[in-house]
Nanobody, 124 residues
Framework: QVQLRESGGGLVQAGGSLRLSCAAS????????MGWFRQAPGKEREFVAR????????VYADSVKGRFTISIDNAKNTGYLQMNSLKPEDTAVYYC?????????????????WGQGTQVTVSS
């Protein structure tokens, strides 16, 4: 089993930045995909970004492209989501997820493990 734990959420003003972290523990895989998803109140969960274990194959949702950057540090078993130029519509609970394969789609159903989520609130 893989345990994922997010941190770094909080309250920030519009235009500000936050960096989310996702620490993985338990069983590790040499090849995997890490993804970030978010869910705002009353809305469905949506894909934000994903990255393969070699640091490549990065994909972003159109809504965050150019503002968010996903990365991983395999030595620390940790993934990151750097969020810049935050907007009120970015307010949501952010979840990291992983799949024990080198590639995964943007569908949450592709992912095997999920964290508990961290709240991000952007004030206007």
């Amino acid at each position: 089993q893989v345990q994922l734990r997010e941190s770094g959420g909080g309250l920030v003003q519009a235009g500000g930045s936050l960096r989310l972290s996702c620490a993985a523990s338990g069983r590790t895989f040499s090849s995997y995909t890490m993804g970030w998803f978010r869910q705002a109140p009353g809305k469905e969960r949506e894909f934000v970004a994903r990255i393969s274990s070699n640091g490549g194959n990065t994909v972003y949702a159109d809504s965050v492209k150019g503002r968010f950057t996903i990365s991983i540090d395999n030595a620390k078993n940790t993934g990151y989501l750097q969020m810049n130029s935050l907007k009120p519509e970015d307010t949501a609970v952010y979840y990291c997820a992983s799949r024990a394969r080198f590639w995964a789609s943007s569908s949450g159903g592709d992912y095997d493990y999920w964290g508990q989520g961290t709240q991000v609130t952007v004030s206007s």
